[in-house]
T-cell receptor
């Protein structure tokens, strides 16, 4: 079984500051993928970034980077130079990488990020 | 940019009625999913679908639920006899077969709000 833990239910951050959203995971699968999604108040789920368990380098996508520490089983999301539009719920998720692509994602409970001007 | 589309965006139904939620996945994707999110809670996996059959399903996906791909583009979720506790946002998602970022990323639709009264 897989488990995702997000220990920050809510965060307030000043605009333009960097933000780190915590995510730890637990799995017995040797190969897996880690995902971050953004959910604004309108409700849609927006894919942000992906990290494979065997990837040697931390993933980056524009202002988003994933601080992957495999030994600690953590996959923190870092948002650089935060903007007001970053205010949203952020979900960490994972699934085993069976190669078949059919496994579902296991989500954490999310972190509600509010960017203050 | 290709996207997953869902209809309806919001549906109100009476308890005991049948509901069909519709989705058009990204055209070259081969794996399809349904997730649900009860208000204020985390996203939960319901079912995955590949090659015209269910690949994985969670314990939430009981006999009241069914999925179908009636033609080459649509993917539907049917709830046979809705209960109050079925009220939630239902997300359709799709992914391309394979590993790595382009294979593993699961893209979500904007969701269908279901309210059972």
């Amino acid at each position: 079984a897989q488990k995702i833990t997000q220990t920050q239910p809510g965060m307030f951050v000043q605009e333009k500051e960097a933000v780190t959203l915590d995510c730890t995971y637990d799995t017995s699968d040797p190969s897996y993928g880690l995902f971050w999604y953004k959910q604004p108040s309108s409700g849609e789920m927006i894919f942000l970034i992906y990290q494979g368990s065997y990837d040697q380098q931390n993933a980056t996508e524009g202002r988003y980077s994933l601080n992957f520490q495999k030994a600690r089983k953590s996959a923190n999301l870092v948002i650089s130079a935060s903007q007001l539009g970053d205010s949203a719920m952020y979900f960490c998720a994972m699934r085993r990488d069976s190669g078949g692509g059919a496994d579902g994602l296991t989500f954490g409970k999310g972190t509600h990020l509010i960017i203050q001007p | 940019e290709p996207e997953v589309t869902q209809t309806p965006s919001h549906q109100v139904t009476q308890m005991g009625q049948e509901v069909i939620l519709r989705c058009v996945p990204i055209s070259n994707h081969l794996y399809f999913y349904w997730y649900r999110q009860i208000l204020g809670q985390k996203v939960e996996f319901l079912v995955s679908f590949y090659n015209n059959e269910i690949s994985e399903k969670s314990e939430i996906f009981d006999d009241q639920f069914s999925v179908e791909r009636p033609d080459g583009s649509n993917f539907t979720l049917k709830i046979r006899s809705t209960k109050l506790e079925d009220s939630a946002m239902y997300f359709c998602a799709s992914s391309f077969r394979g590993q790595g970022l382009s294979g593993n990323t699961i893209y979500f639709g904007e969701g269908s709000w279901l309210t059972v009264v």
